[in-house]
């Protein structure tokens, strides 16, 4: 009896054991798996929809007459946006011609009597004749210049007409008719869409896993589709907090050191795939970005 019931307390304690070291394998694969998971394997919550942002401003100053747009539509290339005081400009346009046929004429003259100085001979001085064609050269010059005016009043008379550079979507649309535009400006924003990519900003540590082509899994908030991409390049640089400039153009480094030391996250530029239309790509919208790492390639511990 004693023996057995000896046997009875080795098999349960036996048991126990093995079922404490079974859960402990259970965790220490499981925290090792999260420890890849968290720390080397490339994917982020820290992404962003990015775009191409047009920053509309107008070439010339005026009145705003006419504003085709509203906020929030879609636009093309060459679409106008709005319209600035075409009529004075038409009149700066029209003094300049005026101004060029007025030098014309001029000229016209002063070659007509340089040529009745040179066909009289010696009856005129050669300061006369020298007059004549100096007069000629510089009415010359002056037509040019007329002439370099009335381009500019068509040139600007164009540009009173603002369009749309790029495809997009024109946003921030506060502009209204009669509203004075200055030159260089900003009056609305236009996102120019054939542009949009995604930023993910990974981890320094989680860098050594990602290459160029490799093909990713974005996942928006809020969205129940993900959406494919492939990475186009990795950040060249970020900024160094850690170093400012200084008025003696020197380096100033930060003297403190912090001892708990973060990550850097490095943005990962994403080139995407073909959307569906009912996926709205709003610049600044929130994205899981995760990388799809091929199985043959070697995974490269921390070294932190």
């Not at 996102?191 to 981890?203: H, K, L, N």
């Not at 030391?261 to 996250?265: G, K, W």
């Given at each position: 009896?004693?023996s057995?019931?000896?046997?009875k ?7 126990r ?9 259970v ?14 394997e ?14 509309v ?15 929030n539509?879609t636009?093309?290339?060459?679409q ?19 101004v060029?046929?007025?030098?014309e004429?001029?000229l016209?003259?002063?070659k ?17 004749v ?12 002056q037509?040019?210049g ?25 946003t ?9 535009a ?7 924003a236009l ?13 320094e540590?989680k860098?050594?896993?990602?290459r ?14 993900d ?8 950040a ?14 020197l ?5 403190t050191f912090?001892w708990v ?5 490095i ?8 959307v ?7 610049p ?20 932190l």
């Open positions: 009896m004693e057995r019931s000896d046997l307390k080795i098999l349960s304690v036996s048991g054991v093995l079922v404490t070291a079974a859960a402990v394998a965790a220490a694969v499981g925290a090792h798996r999260l420890y890849l998971h968290y720390n080397l490339p994917w982020t919550r820290d992404g962003r929809v990015r775009a191409d942002v047009v920053e401003s107008p070439d010339v100053n005026g009145l705003v007459t006419a504003v085709l747009v509203r906020d539509q636009v093309h290339a060459g106008v946006l709005f319209v600035i005081d075409r009529e004075r400009y038409e009149l700066a346009l029209r003094q300049a011609e005026a060029i046929a007025n030098d004429a001029s016209v003259q002063a007509r009597e340089r040529q009745r100085d040179r066909a009289l001979g010696s009856l005129v001085t050669t300061e006369q020298e007059e004549g064609d100096t007069k000629v050269q510089a009415l010359s010059a037509l040019q007329a002439i370099v005016q009335r381009d500019t009043a068509r040139l600007n008379l164009e540009r009173t007409t603002v369009r749309a550079t790029v495809n997009g979507i024109v921030n649309v506060g502009l209204q008719p009669g509203d004075y200055a030159t260089g400006h900003q009056v609305l996102v120019d869409t054939d542009t949009v990519y995604v930023d993910g900003y990974f981890e540590t860098l050594p896993q990602i160029e082509g490799d093909r990713v899994r974005i996942h928006l908030m809020g969205q129940d589709t959406i494919g991409g492939t990475v186009e390049s990795i060249a640089a970020i900024e160094d907090r850690e170093r400012s400039a200084s008025s003696t153009n380096v100033n480094v930060n003297p912090s030391r973060l990550a850097q996250r943005p990962v530029r994403i080139r995407l795939d073909h569906s239309d009912d996926i709205r790509l709003i600044g919208r929130t994205a899981t970005v995760s990388i799809d790492v091929p199985r043959n390639r070697p995974v490269e511990g921390s070294n």
